[in-house]
């Protein structure tokens, strides 16, 4: 095969073409008659017997040329990428595909070129870095959290419900006199002031007693599932039981059954310690994301679509994940439908999000570039090791799943998000310092 006429274009665009040589397209016309044969009837002939000279002589001579140019272009492509060099995002397009009467094929290729970076300033970025103070009534909130999970419960005889009962009830919800889907519970405990029902039902539970069974008339919120959303329904409801929390005395009991502290005081000191390094660690994640999003505005790229489409993609996909949707044959428009993802969630939430981590992947990739790093076998190996004793796997597992080269590429980004963090600065953000120019920049 013959690579030639390669032509870059605008937006991050190339065309080349490959020509195939005539024994080339032979030997796949060949191999399309005789997969095809065995099904093919010609009178004079036992089926799937007619020499591929008669089939063409009644078909046509054309009549496997679609199958044999099918077979010959992905090697055609692999060998145009190869010798032309290019790096591409997303998938090819065929522009046009020729028999020439030499009986040669001529593939003409499109293609979105993987874009050129050009670094602005990424050493020496500024970003504020505000670390909140712990005050004594968060600390008050988190004992009072822990008293409610290390909470008795008391049961109710004697009384009618209240807020801050759990009441165990049954219930089943009617629309226009008939069951709707997910209306029916039995046995089931709800916090009175939890507000974890729909508005009004918990309100009219308080004053049921024990044993005692009740209409309760409610009206979805419009922002309701679209089935329920302003219907007015009829949950029947019995009240099965009633408990109340007794919390325990904030003492040093209390912090020697909680914890592994034998004073309250230590116990304390502890729950603010905690949180101290919540918030410093909340905060240092609010300073690197400035740090790397300044580095990233302050680089000049054309960032394909097709980059940030594909990025697009697999955020979803890793969200659908987490409710068991693994099946990557699941087209992505029907994905988006199963999911309820809307046109301004992926708008304005997940399309951003895209185009954020795609902008930082190109920053790293050109940083470790430009910093010219480089790993060792003896470095490799140690990341390796430590990828797999974070997820408890082996580390020949993590490079079979990945394989070597992503594996190495990553570690690569990391090394580069290091160099970029360890020379930050906290401080006021300046002006972003504009990528240099190059002679591409400039036309």
């Known amino acids: 095969m013959i690579v030639k006429n390669v032509e870059k274009k605008e937006n991050n665009t190339a065309t080349f073409q490959v020509e195939s040589d005539a024994a080339e397209f032979e030997a796949a ?36 040329y679609q199958e044999a140019m099918d077979e010959l272009a992905p090697k055609a492509f ?214 790397m999003k300044q580095a990233a505005d302050n680089m000049s790229v054309d960032v394909p679509d097709a980059m940030i489409q594909e990025k697009a993609e697999e955020i979803v996909r890793n969200y659908a994940a987490n409710f068991g949707m693994t099946d990557r044959s699941i087209e992505m428009e029907k994905l988006v439908r199963m999911l309820g993802i809307d046109s301004e969630t992926m708008n304005q939430s997940i399309l951003p999000s895209a185009q954020l981590q795609v902008r930082t992947e190109l920053l790293l990739e050109a940083v470790a570039k430009a910093e010219n790093i480089e790993l060792t076998e003896e470095e490799t190996d140690a990341y390796l090791q430590r990828i797999a004793d974070s997820v408890n796997a082996k580390p020949e597992e993590i490079k079979e799943y990945f394989g070597l080269e992503t594996i190495r590429n990553e570690y690569k980004k990391e090394k580069a998000t290091n160099i970029i963090m360890e020379s930050a600065e906290v401080g006021e953000m300046e002006e972003p310092a504009p990528a240099e120019e190059t002679e591409e920049t400039k036309e």
């Not at 009178?43 to 001579?61: Q, S, T």
């Open 78 to 291: 692999e060998q145009g990428l190869t010798e032309a060099e290019l790096r591409i995002v997303g998938q090819p397009a065929i522009n046009n595909v020729e028999v020439t009467e030499e009986r040669t094929v001529v593939y003409t290729f499109a293609v979105t070129l993987y874009p050129e970076v050009t670094l602005g300033q990424y050493k020496g970025l500024k970003a504020p870095k505000d670390v909140t103070e712990v005050s004594e009534e968060e600390v008050a909130e988190e004992l009072e959290k822990a008293r409610k999970q290390n909470a008795r419960k008391i049961s109710v005889e004697d009384r009618e419900a209240q807020m801050g009962d759990t009441a165990n009830i049954d219930f089943d919800g009617y629309l226009n006199g008939e069951r709707f889907d997910g209306g029916k519970a039995e046995g089931y405990d709800l916090e009175l002031g939890s507000n974890s029902f729909v508005p009004g039902f918990e309100e009219q539970v308080v004053g049921m007693k024990i044993g005692e069974e009740k209409d309760l008339d409610i009206t979805f919120p419009e922002t309701y599932v679209e089935n329920l959303a302003g219907k007015a329904v009829v949950f029947k409801v019995k009240l099965n039981s009633l408990t109340y929390p007794e919390l325990p005395e904030l003492d040093d009991e209390f912090a020697k059954d909680v914890s592994e502290f034998d004073t309250l005081e230590e116990y304390k000191a502890d729950l603010r310690k905690k949180l101290q390094e919540r918030y410093e660690e909340q905060a240092e994640n609010a300073f690197r994301s400035l740090i």
């Open 29 to 64: 016309v060949q191999s399309a008659y005789l997969k095809n044969r065995s099904s093919i009837n010609i009178p004079g002939f036992r089926k799937g017997h007619a020499p591929r000279a008669i089939v063409e002589n009644m078909y046509g001579r054309e009549v496997f």
